[in-house]
């Protein structure tokens, strides 16, 4: 359910088909891919940033991907997390592991920050 909603936000904001990841359920890795994103996508009545971001980075990391996090918590607006390293020059070292080397988009503001990139 949250990868196809999270799927026609994209198509929505970006103008761009994401391909869901059917098989992902079967063979694990990650729900959809966007460019060169890695996308993971949670919905959940609360929060578990750390087990779902060290989902995404080993998800990311096999398919040779920038690791991306999207949730939508009951109620709330869709959240975006990426590495500092795949967003500011200045951090390329950081590690990507490290949750609190992340940065945090509400959803409009990450399309945003994709347009830059298109």
């Known amino acids: ?21 059917i098989e992902q359920t079967r063979d694990s890795g990650h729900d959809l891919d966007l460019m060169d994103y890695a996308i993971e996508v949670k919905r ?15 998800n990311a990391v096999a398919a040779n ?11 709330m607006k869709w959240q975006v997390v990426m590495s500092f390293r795949h967003t500011l020059n200045s951090f390329a ?11 945090t988009f509400r959803a409009d503001g990450w399309f945003d920050y994709v347009k830059t990139r298109l």
Do not use: H
Not at 1 to 7: C, L, S, T
Not at 44 to 58: D, F, I, P, Y
Not at 93 to 103: E, F, R, S, V, Y
């Open 44 to 58: 959940a009545k609360k929060t578990n940033l750390s087990g779902w971001w060290r989902q995404t980075v080993e």
């Open 93 to 103: 070292d950081a590690d990507m592991n490290d949750l609190d080397k992340t940065i």
């Open 1 to 21: 359910m949250g990868e196809r909603e999270f799927a026609k936000l994209i198509f929505t904001n970006l103008g761009i088909e994401c391909n869901r990841r």
């Open 65 to 75: 991907k920038i690791p991306l996090l999207a949730y939508r918590i009951d109620n």
